[in-house]
């Protein structure tokens, strides 16, 4: 049994470009239609499993009054017949229905725990109830669905039934952070969004009256060609007085301007008014401006607006405070209404990055008796001569990384690096140097002082070394590089810098991957799954297997390419940990420990492979050349290679 959790979705900036923007199927002079659109902390929790029909239960009380607990065959005409009939349950029943007829699927049954979203308040319950059952059936079944193939069969499975949605109202799928939306016609894309600052949001439904489906058929009217001026006025103000707004909000986002941010919401509201609103009687929203223009609201927030489809559903505040957050919630509940709280936290960015250099390095034996292995000198582009982990540390620091924490056998070994990157050279070897070589002495003591050290006493294992770092972590995201291992970018973005920015508009766990044969798959750990992005270089991971033998990864490893053929992603030898990495590392050790088997080797893999199967892992193909420097050939190959 799968435990599920879909939240709501907040539009903050774009309602209604979503429709809009599908309308240049037919006139090109159209925008595509943008959204900010971010997933809240109010959803729908269930417990999910296989079961031979379709069935749907719910024990959450704020679903009473709309929903009655069902159960049906799964064929197409009963599920149809189930879908047409009116009422909240029947999204579920047109979802599944979508499902058997194109993935050929068995029954589900979804038991509904606990429902913190309002209903009919322009949060999308009905979108949020649809993509969890297309994310049932995805995982139940392993369809190997992303993220946007799960909101289009939610899309799709809610037009069974008499609702007439718009396209952003499925970005609930993508969880509880912000996220761009763009509408070409048939194309959606979705981008994850940078916040700077905190930022306090206050949404609530305003108990009164709107009327969606009124408002989309009135406003329809202008599309897809403007006749009159107000139809033109319309277009652009869902066009490119919308992009304007969208593209200053996104700045403002990741600035950490919240001020700013939220006079924009205002903006954005009296444009509506202005434009939008003159075309629909259903726009009228006397309660919404009267809560807008309330004196008591203006001194705890920086702006407001409407939400959704506007009229008078629901209204959203950006506060000034997390106190004066909590001061109107509590206020506008005093005042009749169903009041929330979201805040949008920054993401962690990754400043702090692990190097485990503990091994001996056997295969380098015997030059590894005299000198560690990440010591080795490569030949660079520039022309110097330096050691693998001055290359590492190199590109950290060009990545923002502020501390490294390597990972040594012992106290001893700390030596040859406090000599390297601690020590002065001496004034006799210094004054044989030029002017340029003298310079780049500073930087590497400027990298010694950001050099953190911990010790791997007992080998067991990578996962166990790494774990040596967890207090060095601080529960934040870190960057973990091998020490045997270095990266050469193709773009003037070093490789950790390109997994950093990822990150942040992921906010995963994170593998760097790179193809390799299938003669090869046997020497690596593949992974599998399918692609966010039409670019095809962020891929929602769904299953680790190490070394299997190259059948299997033909017949279950496969990842399609653009041109529909077969590829094969191994580890590139970067991640980026989160903290639920080393609480499950620490289990392990726990576990082993208690088994009374302290030799058991602690291996990261299967740490991830926990943390994905809890939270997910995305695997970022980078644009780069990875050279490992552990065995001979591959250092010859590096030797050769690396500075051309």
Request: aromatic content about 10%; some cysteine.
């Amino acid at each position: 049994m799968l435990k599920l959790f879909v939240p709501g979705r907040l539009c903050l900036f774009g309602e209604h470009t979503d429709w809009a923007g599908h309308y240049r199927t037919m006139n090109a002079d159209i925008l595509p239609g943008a959204a900010i659109v971010t997933g809240i902390e109010q959803g729908i929790y269930a417990e999910v499993e296989k079961s031979s029909i379709f069935e749907v239960h719910s024990e959450a009380p704020v679903m009473e009054k709309e929903w009655r607990d069902f159960s049906c065959r799964m064929t197409e005409k009963e599920l149809k017949r189930v879908a047409k009939s009116g009422s909240f349950f029947c999204y579920c029943a047109g979802v599944a229905s979508y499902m058997l007829e194109w993935y050929k699927v068995g029954g589900v049954r979804i038991r509904i725990t606990d429902m913190t979203l309002p209903m009919k308040s322009g949060l999308s319950s009905s979108a949020a109830i649809c993509v969890l059952v297309a994310r049932a059936f995805n995982l139940l079944y392993n369809l190997n669905l992303n993220t946007l193939g799960e909101m289009n069969i939610a899309y799709v499975g809610e037009l069974r039934t008499s609702s007439r949605c718009g396209r952003l109202d499925q970005a609930c799928a993508f969880g509880v952070k912000p996220n761009l939306m763009t509408f070409d016609g048939d194309e959606i894309e979705v981008r994850s969004l940078n916040v700077k600052k905190p930022l306090y949001w206050v949404f609530a439904d305003l108990c009164a009256a709107k009327d969606t489906i009124k408002i989309l058929s009135d406003l329809n009217k202008s599309y897809p060609f403007a006749t009159t001026e107000e139809e033109k006025n319309l277009q652009k103000a869902l066009g490119e007085w919308n992009h304007d707004i969208v593209n200053r909000a996104i700045k403002y986002m990741a600035e950490g301007k919240v001020e700013a941010l939220g006079k924009l919401m205002t903006e954005a509201e009296d444009m509506f008014d202005k434009y939008v609103a003159p075309m629909s009687p259903a726009l009228w929203a006397p309660k919404l401006h009267q809560v807008l223009q309330d004196p008591q609201i203006h001194p705890m927030v920086y702006g407001g607006k409407g939400v959704g489809s506007h009229g008078d559903g629901s209204v959203q505040f950006l506060t000034r405070s997390e106190e004066d957050q909590r001061h109107l919630v509590e206020y506008l509940n005093a005042q009749g209404m169903r009041a929330y709280q979201l805040t949008l936290n920054p993401v962690h960015t990754v400043r702090r990055a692990i190097i485990p250099v503990a091994g001996f390095g056997t295969r380098l034996y015997p030059a590894t008796r005299g000198l560690k292995k990440d010591f080795f000198p490569i030949p660079c582009p520039d022309g110097m001569v330096r050691p693998v982990i001055l290359i590492l540390l190199e590109e950290l620091v060009k990545s923002g990384v502020e501390e490294i924490c390597l990972v040594l056998g012992s106290e001893e070994e700390r030596i040859q690096y406090t000599d390297f990157f601690e020590r002065q050279l001496s004034e006799e070897h210094l004054r044989k140097l030029n002017k340029e070589a003298q310079e780049y002495e500073n930087r590497i003591l400027d990298i010694g002082k950001r050099l953190r050290y911990v010790y791997q006493h007992e080998k067991r294992g990578f996962g166990h070394a790494v774990y040596q770092a967890a207090e060095f972590a601080n529960n934040e995201p870190v960057l973990l590089l091998l020490g045997d291992t270095i990266y050469h970018s193709k773009s003037n973005k070093p490789c950790a810098l390109q997994m950093i920015e990822e990150y942040e508009r992921y906010n995963s766990l994170m593998v760097s991957i790179h193809p390799v044969p299938l003669s090869k798959v046997s020497h690596y750990g593949i992974l599998s799954g399918v692609w966010e992005d039409k670019d095809h270089t962020i891929l929602n991971v769904s299953c680790m297997n190490e070394k299997p033998k190259s059948s299997y990864a033909e017949d279950f490893l496969g990842v399609r390419n653009k041109d529909g053929e077969k590829e094969y992603y191994s580890v590139f030898g970067q991640y980026i940990l989160t903290p639920d990495v080393f609480t499950q590392l620490e289990k392990d050790i726990e576990q082993a420990d208690a088994d009374g088997d302290n030799q058991r080797e602690i291996e990261l893999t299967s740490a991830l492979e926990a943390v994905r199967q809890k939270s997910g892992m995305m695997g970022v193909r980078l644009d780069g050349v990875m050279y490992d420097m552990g065995n001979p050939r591959a250092l010859c190959k590096c030797v050769e290679q690396y500075s051309k």
